[in-house]
Every structure is written in C-alpha cells, then in structure tokens.
C-alpha cells in the first residue's frame, strides 16, 4: 500500500490511471489492451496496472470488490473510478478529458 501511495503522491504533476484486474478475469483482459494503446499515446497520463491476485493488502485497504476496475487520480487526488461493464474508452477518455480540462 506504501509503494502505491507513493506512487499517487510522486506523480502529482500526471494524470494516473490504475487498472486493477486479475489474470483469471475473462473481461477484464480486452479492456486493458484498448485502454493501453490510447493511453500510451498521451504524455501526461501515466498506466499502471494492478494484479490483484498479487496485491492483496491494495485489494484489502482500498476494499475492492469488483473487476475490472479503473482509479484516474489527478493531483494526488481520486476523480474517478469506473468498475466492470462501465469501461469502456468512450467513458475512459471523457473522464480523463474532464480530468485534463479541470484545473
């Protein structure tokens, strides 16, 4: 959870957006690698994906309970999350539009 706030915290300056998933998650694998060809086209946003079978204490503290998940977290801050069939890129780039416009 330390290496996660960090990360949050380091990175004030980007756009961060986290995809928790697991490898056993049938759906969750087509959204990921939409969601990462448009978003490794932007500079300011920064990907990272989240195994949840290897992130326990993450699952636990944050209490997720339904994947796929996306966090966008703009200045230290959560703005937006989206679970399961709500992700989707339209709704993903709206929702970092909105974080890229907001001051």
């Known amino acids: 959870m330390k ?28 959204k990921f690698t939409i969601l990462e060809q448009y978003l490794k086209r932007n500079n300011n946003i920064i990907f990272i994906i989240i195994d949840i079978d290897k992130s326990k204490e993450i699952v636990e503290e944050l209490d997720i309970t339904s994947i796929p998940l996306v966090q966008i977290y ?4 959560l703005k937006e999350e989206c679970y399961g069939a709500e992700i989707c890129l339209e709704i993903i780039k709206k929702k970092i539009d909105n974080c890229l416009l907001e001051n």
């Open 74 to 77: 703009k200045n230290g801050k």
């Open 3 to 30: 290496q996660y706030n960090n990360l949050i915290m380091s990175n004030m300056s980007y756009i961060l957006v986290f995809y928790f998933h697991s490898i056993l998650c049938q759906t969750c694998f087509p």
